[in-house]
């Protein structure tokens, strides 16, 4: 349990950086760019006179900012569906099911399933991660520092810090492959859900719709937002947040108690996972 609560608190003092102010401005390029295809996507379909199945499209279009701010790959899913990025990240969450079957209701099958060598995420999916990784870290470390400096993603996060910590390189290093797929899932469905509700929430609203439009033209006036425009998208940022509170993209938080405590009477033991229903937010 230790070993294993350490090897997290590595991992979370690795990736934290990630998400600080500056690293975010920094990735915004790689946002930019692929929300500039999406508008170029949508503008197709609206020409062509097709429709547009929201959920679908911004999937796509969640995969493409993930592939970019993550590992610094283009992919352009909105326009190649069938790339491997896309295809096996999608086997990959599809098999989340099954893992959150056998994790939250039926734990005692897993030592059952690790003797039959039957793995709950796809085989083929896992390795290719391991070795894009791999293959994107090794042209990079072939660029030199100079090139490699200039990129701003997750991966480059995680080079740096084994750079800064050669004494826990091969904790790190073993993890890479797994830390990319734990970032591919985390933003995947969540971020496409998200969005995908706000978006149905402002259509069947429309004061609330007629609300955000306001707000966006009086801080954009007709510009692409920059960084510091979102920022300043209050009353779009507040639909965004009850869109995700009426409809929560992660069902369950489950934690592991590292030590026995006792809360409000109850006695929650050493070992024990704890499970919170997010939906209990409505």
Known sequence: MCDQYEHWKNICTTISPTFNTVRLRRMYRHIESNTRRLLDHLKKKQERNEPVELKEVLSLFTMDVIAS????VHTNSLEDPEN???TESKRIM?????LLLITTFLDFLQPVLKFLGIASMPRVSLDFFSHFVDVVI???KHEGSGAGSKRHDFLQVMMEAEEDKPGEENDR???KGGQAIIFTMAGYETVSSAMTFTLFLLAMNSECLHKAQAEVEEVLGGKFPDYDDIQSLKYLDMCLNEA????P???LLDRICNKEVEIQGVRIPKGVCVMVPMVCQR
């Open 69 to 72: 701010t993550g590992f610094g």
């Open 84 to 86: 491997q990025f896309f």
């Open 94 to 98: 599809d098999s989340v099911g099954l």
């Open 138 to 140: 090794q042209e990079r």
């Open 173 to 175: 290093g073993k993890g």
């Open 244 to 247: 995700i509170r009426m409809f």
């Open 249 to 251: 993209p992660g069902f």
